[in-house]
């Protein structure tokens, strides 16, 4: 009975020897930024501006700031141009994407990116300030801060650095998500946007 204890212990060596070099594994593969189809919202049917809403295709995305180009030796990043193309197809699928002459421009600034430096269940939470305003002017018409957090588990992916992308992509996603139901529910009456839509303007900023 006293031969119990020493065998086990090599053994509880070697499982987390071989815990740590799964991890270290899926840290040591390149990284690989955030996609656009992933991070594009799937419209769903209470998400869709009715045909007399007034916003209705008029809105236009303008700056988005705050994002990363990604280096395949880091961490996995959000780029400015991921997120903005991202942002204009989901707008776009909820009918509320109007061209470069739309009488409200919207901007994004990706504020943080909260990322775990490792792990096997992984959470990101991104939080971006959301500018509305008429086109053309200076004073906003909405200004929103959403935070949103997405855990990517370890079933998903095996290597650390495609869930970390996984998370960035279902954070900024559910970010995305989260402002266009706000921008419909602003339309309705009583709301920011309830009135009629300013005209729209040949100038675009």
């Known amino acids: 009975m006293s031969r119990r204890p020493v065998l086990r212990l090599p053994f509880l060596r070697f499982t987390h020897v071989l815990v740590g070099c799964f991890a ?7 990284s690989s930024g955030a996609n656009v189809g992933a991070m594009t919202v799937s419209v769903a049917p209470d998400q869709i501006v009715a045909d007399n809403s007034p916003i209705r295709k008029a809105i236009a995305v303008g700056t988005v700031t705050g994002g990363q180009e990604n280096n395949p030796m880091l961490a996995s990043k959000v780029s400015n141009g991921n997120f903005k193309t991202a942002l204009e197809n989901s707008l776009a699928l909820s009918v509320l994407k109007g061209d470069a002459g739309a009488p409200y421009m919207l901007d994004a600034k990706l504020v943080t ?8 269940d992984m959470t990101v939470t991104s939080t971006v300030e959301y500018t509305l305003l008429t086109t053309g002017k200076s004073d906003p018409v909405m200004h929103e ?30 970010n995305i998500k989260e402002i266009v139901a706000r921008l419909i529910k602003a339309s309705q009456p009583g709301g920011a946007l309830a009135g ?10």
């Open 24 to 30: 270290l594994a899926g840290l040591a593969a390149c």
């Open 113 to 120: 990116l909260e990322q775990p430096l490792m792990g096997f």
């Open 145 to 174: 801060t959403v935070v949103a957090p997405y855990t990517a588990k370890i079933g998903e992916a095996f290597l650390g650095v495609e869930r970390l992308r996984l998370a960035n992509e279902g954070s900024i996603r559910e």
């Open 196 to 205: 009629p839509a300013p005209a729209k303007t040949a100038m675009a900023r």
